[in-house]
């Protein structure tokens, strides 16, 4: 019977547990640089028009694609984990803007990186709703 319990719990907790992990991603609109531009701008007071002016050639570089990317979003930045560097490299291989990727990107945060479930593409927001 002990054993049957355990069966049972454990058959519903795999049931239940994707849903629940699911309704704790966390959404964050922001703009896609890779890691060694954000090292060179991230104690600026304002680095925003020099992460708007990130290009995809830049970004795409050797070195960049190995430091990985990040989100700069509220004046704030974040690292993306191992999936969200690796959905970062694809979507700029893809994409045919040359700079300014505004992006969705849907996880969990970790510290101060986030663990990446979606990224997207977004319309850049109008200079009043930055």
Known sequence: MYL????????????????SMAANLTHWKG???DQ???ASVAGDQDPLGF??????????QPSCRKAGYSLFT????YSLDKNG?????KYLLDCK??????????????GNTINVAKLSEQAEPSSQEK
């Not at 049957?4 to 849903?19: E, K, S």
């Not at 509220?74 to 930045?77: E, N, P």
């Not at 560097?85 to 490299?89: F, H, P, R, S």
Request: aromatic share 10%; proline share 2%; hydrophobic share 50%.
């Open 4 to 19: 049957l319990r355990i069966i049972v719990c454990t058959i519903l907790f795999a049931a239940i547990a994707p849903a």
């Open 31 to 33: 703009y896609l640089v």
């Open 36 to 38: 060694s531009c954000r």
């Open 51 to 60: 992460v708007r002016a990130q290009t995809r050639e830049c970004a795409l």
């Open 74 to 77: 509220a004046g704030k930045w």
């Open 85 to 89: 560097n690796k959905l970062a490299e």
């Open 97 to 110: 803007r040359s700079k300014s990727f505004y992006m969705l990107v849907e996880g969990t945060l970790i």
